[in-house]
Structure formats: C-alpha cells, structure tokens
C-alpha cells in the first residue's frame, strides 16, 4: 500500500514556474514507477510525465515536452515536477500516481495508487 500527498500548487502568471512535490508513504516507493497526470475543468485527466523506479528513464506528454521536468529521491519517498514557462492552458488540478510495474506507462488504469490533487492556475 503506498498513500501519495502532492504538494506545490498555487497561483502563477504565465511564463512563471511552480515545482510540485508527491510525498508518498512506505518503504516499497523504489519500485514505483511514478506518474504525474492533470485534468482541467471539463476535459478528461491526461498523463503529463512519468519516471521508472530508478529515474533515469523519463517520458513526457508532447504538450510539455522541453518545459516540465519530472524526478524523484528514493531516499526521501519524493516524486517532484518542475513546471517552467507555464501557459493558461497548463491550469488543473495535477496529480501523482504510483504503478507497480517496470516499464513508464502513460494509462491511467495501471497506475495503482493516486494522490487528492494539487490545483495549479496560471495566469495570462
């Protein structure tokens, strides 16, 4: 079992940046893969970003390709986002989701455990 809390999310201008934290419980974290997803008001959650359990594989969804940066420390149960130039459109509540599995994975369903969310706005 593994509980996720987010945190980081906030109010921003366009342009701005936010980084967003995922503390996650238990001592299995390592061999998650973690996942970040969103989903803004009226459309359906989508991936954002996902890491492998040892991080040095990343994946990325077109839309943020080149601005977010997804990471974690394993020695503190820690996945992290880094959000640079942030746009009107990046605004919706951002969550974390731990899949017990190998391989990053950008489906919802294979993602075992999810955090409450984190609301992030940006401004134009």
């Known amino acids: 079992q593994v509980q996720l809390v987010e945190s980081g999310g906030g109010l921003v201008q366009a342009g701005g940046s936010l980084r967003l934290s995922c503390a996650a419980s238990?001592?299995?974290?390592?061999?998650?893969?973690m996942g970040w997803f969103r989903q803004a008001p009226g459309k359906e959650r989508e991936f954002v970003a996902g890491?492998?359990?040892?991080?040095?594989?990343?994946y990325y969804a077109d839309s943020v390709k080149g601005r977010f940066a997804i990471s974690r420390d394993n020695a503190k149960n820690t996945a992290y986002l880094q959000m640079n130039s942030l746009k009107p459109e990046d605004t919706a509540v951002y969550y974390c989701?731990?899949?017990?599995?190998?391989?990053?994975?950008?489906?919802?369903?294979?993602?075992?455990?999810w955090g409450q969310g984190t609301q992030v706005t940006v401004s134009s």
């Open positions: 890491i492998s359990w040892s991080g040095i594989k990343t």
């Open positions: 989701a731990a899949a017990p599995r190998v391989g990053v994975s950008v489906r919802e369903y294979e993602y075992a455990y």
């Open positions: 238990g001592r299995t974290f390592s061999s998650y893969v």
